[in-house]
């Protein structure tokens, strides 16, 4: 018979407290943080989180006297002013909880079964939380492929999450590993007799997503963290098996994989059938919601109807000719529509504009407003054309020979008339695009 590393009956004090934090820790973070691990808990979370909306707030305003309100808003941040504050009340909570529980809790010899089941909310938390990063990251909508207005933008003026995001978003192959990494940890995790090398590898690829956000100051700093402890706890069971086998050179028993058993037969055979409900329910969701996003805003999205970058050739404003002076501010030096009701335009400083933009193809009109102010509406009509037609004997910085195809854009912009002249460049004319990888390098092409 294999030995079994023996588990002690009774705790020291500083284990049975160590436990306590962490289980109220965990759980409560888990509550205020359910990212969607189980069907319609975000729904549910909406509900019960109103009370914090306005606790947080005033915690913020009579205690902590902050210098500016809390703001209850989605901003695609998960590292808010109100996010800090639930982590404080958590850890104030679960120092309090622990304390309690330790006076009404002191002769307890052991938590062996409250732990049992920790770990298994712990390891499916994570798996799940894994699971749902690492499809987004496949089908490469987490990343996704630089647009023409990152392309066409100095990288000096990039944001460092900027900079991350358009580095991961380059590559397909290298979202399939870092997605395919989170995806394996999370099957790991979900089996118990795998569960040990998915904390493992659950570690090393949580790491690695919480250097990347504290390096380049991507707003997910608390979840990835949080993640990282959560590993850390689910390997702090075997730590001396680990150490043994990973330092020490010494004979690893094996660990105590029994599963706790109820005495009913039904209550087994329930937990088995959530376990793989739950399974099936987060992969096969999770994989659909990918791909139906995939084809709203990923990579099989529909092309906007003028998609397309364009180099402005002719500026006319207020019927006069603007020169291409990288010191006008107001004339245009590139125009590029990537998404649908999006477009960008690069200005002669190299600033980027962001606008909503909505064509009427059939009317040929456009209507153009910033989201910061979406009262003042632009209303403007479009035209694509070829060169060498009488409308464009009179610009001199048009050439009559050229073949590619012009966008003109009239109207009134910013309360001056504009017209606006714009060929069509190439959209994959760009080295990033076109370089590729290769096997063989002579010489290294860095540039």
């Known amino acids: 018979m294999t030995n079994i590393i023996a588990e002690p009956a009774y705790w020291s004090a500083a284990q049975k407290i160590a436990f306590r934090f962490f289980m109220i820790f965990f759980l409560l973070y888990i509550f205020f943080n359910p990212n969607g691990v189980l069907p319609y808990s975000d729904n549910l979370q909406a509900i019960y ?84 990063y690492g499809l987004y990251k496949v089908i490469k909508l987490q990343f996704p492929a630089p647009s023409f ?56 690829v949580a790491a690695n997503i919480m250097a990347i956000n504290y390096c380049f100051d991507v707003p997910v700093k608390l979840l990835a963290t949080t993640l990282v402890i ?22 690893a028993l094996p660990s105590n994989l029994a599963p706790r058993r109820f005495k009913t037969k039904w209550k087994n055979t329930t937990l088995v059938v959530i376990k793989y409900v739950l399974i099936i329910y987060t992969l096969y969701f999770g994989l659909a ?14 092309k906007p109807p003028l998609y397309g970058i364009y180099n402005v050739e002719v500026f006319i404003k207020n019927s006069d000719t603007l020169k291409p002076l990288i010191t006008d ?17 690069q200005m002669m400083d190299d600033s980027i504009r962001r606008y909503s933009f909505k064509p009427d193809v059939k009317k040929r009109s456009v209507i153009a407003y910033t989201d910061a102010d979406t009262t003042h509406k632009f209303h403007l009509t479009y035209n694509l054309t ?9 610009f001199k910085g048009v050439n009559k020979t050229d073949t590619a195809t012009y966008l003109v ?30 096997w063989v390098n002579e010489v290294p092409f860095n540039k």
């Open 386 to 394: 070829k060169p060498g037609l009488a409308e464009l004997k009179n």
């Open 49 to 132: 989180i109103q009370p914090f909306y306005k606790l947080v707030p005033w915690i913020g305003a009579h205690i902590l006297h902050l210098n500016k309100p809390i703001a209850i808003a989605i901003t695609g941040s998960g590292d808010t002013s109100y996010d800090y504050i639930i982590i404080l009340l958590i850890f104030l909570m679960s120092i309090i909880g622990t304390a309690v529980w330790s006076v009404t809790g002191r002769n307890t010899s052991n938590y062996k079964k409250l732990l049992y089941w920790l770990i298994v909310v712990v390891r499916y938390y994570v798996a799940i939380t894994m699971i749902s």
């Open 409 to 438: 854009i009239k109207g009134e912009w910013k309360k001056d008339s504009v017209e606006v002249w714009m060929r069509r460049l190439n959209p994959n004319g760009f080295p990033l695009l076109q370089r590729g990888f290769h």
């Open 149 to 204: 207005s990152r392309l066409l933008e100095p990288i000096g003026k990039f944001s460092p999450m900027g900079l991350a995001w358009t580095y991961m978003g380059y590559s397909s192959a290298f979202n399939y590993f870092t997605g395919f990494a989170e995806i394996i940890t999370g099957l790991l995790l979900f089996c118990r007799r795998t569960s040990m090398l998915g904390a493992i590898v659950g570690f090393v």
């Open 329 to 345: 501010t107001t004339r245009w030096r590139r125009f590029m529509i990537s998404r649908i009701g999006s477009a960008q335009i």
């Open 289 to 302: 919601d990918a791909l139906a996003r995939e084809k709203q805003f990923g990579a099989k999205a529909k």
């Open 230 to 251: 959560m590993c850390l706890f689910l390997m702090l069971r075997d730590a001396n098996r680990l150490i043994n086998f990973f330092f020490r050179n010494r004979e």
